[in-house]
């Protein structure tokens, strides 16, 4: 079993930065792949971006490549999403997710654990 708690959310202008965390329980997090979705009003829940078990291999969305940043600390338990020049398309809940495998994938069926989500709004 993996618990998963994001942080992070929250207000900005168009242009500004956000950082997202995912703290996860237990002592085996580097052999679970985490990622990123997001899933705004009337939407499905998309992928943003995911990374492997060691940290190695790492996947982002066209619509956010360039902007944001996903990263990890196995020693803290904690999974990471630097978001930089944010838009108002950005805006959504945010969710991280956990697979108990190396690689990450894009699909939320491929996700064992999910985390309550983080509200991320960005004005224009």
């Known amino acids: 079993q993996v618990q998963l708690v994001e942080s992070g959310g929250g207000s900005v202008q168009a242009g500004g930065s956000l950082r997202l965390s995912c703290a996860a329980s237990?002592?085996?997090?580097?052999?679970?792949?985490m990622g990123w979705f997001r899933q705004a009003p009337g939407k499905e829940r998309e992928s943003v971006s995911a990374i492997s078990g060691v940290g190695g291999v790492t996947y982002y969305a066209d619509s956010v490549k360039g902007r944001f940043t996903i990263s990890r600390d196995n020693a803290k338990n904690t999974l990471y999403l630097q978001m930089n020049s944010l838009k108002p398309e950005d805006t959504a809940v945010y969710y991280c997710?956990?697979?108990?495998?190396?690689?990450?994938?894009?699909?939320?069926?491929?996700?064992?654990?999910w985390g309550q989500g983080t509200q991320v709004t960005v004005s224009s």
């Open positions: 997710a956990a697979r108990p495998a190396q690689l990450g994938a894009t699909m939320t069926s491929q996700y064992d654990y």
């Open positions: 237990g002592r085996t997090f580097s052999r679970y792949a």
